[in-house]
């Protein structure tokens, strides 16, 4: 994930979504609201990305906790399900759809 200083309305950063094949997908995050405590944008697809990727607009909230960074996504997988966290300690032990290491999803 990259984050860069943007105003409401203005892309503030992207995020890459890296599949256990390889297989990326990219999304644009939009600045919708900050508050003290989070960043709350609207996360779409990439017009550059495969079939699979789901390329619905979609809220993404990020919250900073201590060293981390807290990913709260809307987004449902093609299964239905919202998106959780895989792969890593920390993502185990998040509730679903709450992953302090976005990039494990």
Known sequence: ????????G???GT??????????CDDA???KQVTKERLVTVSAGAKSN???????????????????LVYESTARTRGGR???CRGSSECSRAPPGRCPSPGTH
């Not at 495969?50 to 981390?68: I, K, S």
């Open 29 to 31: 995050l939009t600045l």
């Open 1 to 8: 994930m990259t984050v860069r200083q943007a105003k409401a």
């Open 15 to 24: 995020l890459r979504h890296t599949d256990i094949f390889g297989g990326v």
């Open 50 to 68: 495969r079939d699979v990727c789901n390329q619905a607009p979609h809220t993404v909230t990020l919250t900073p906790v201590g060293d981390d």
């Open 82 to 84: 919202k998106p959780g």
């Open 10 to 12: 203005e892309q503030v």
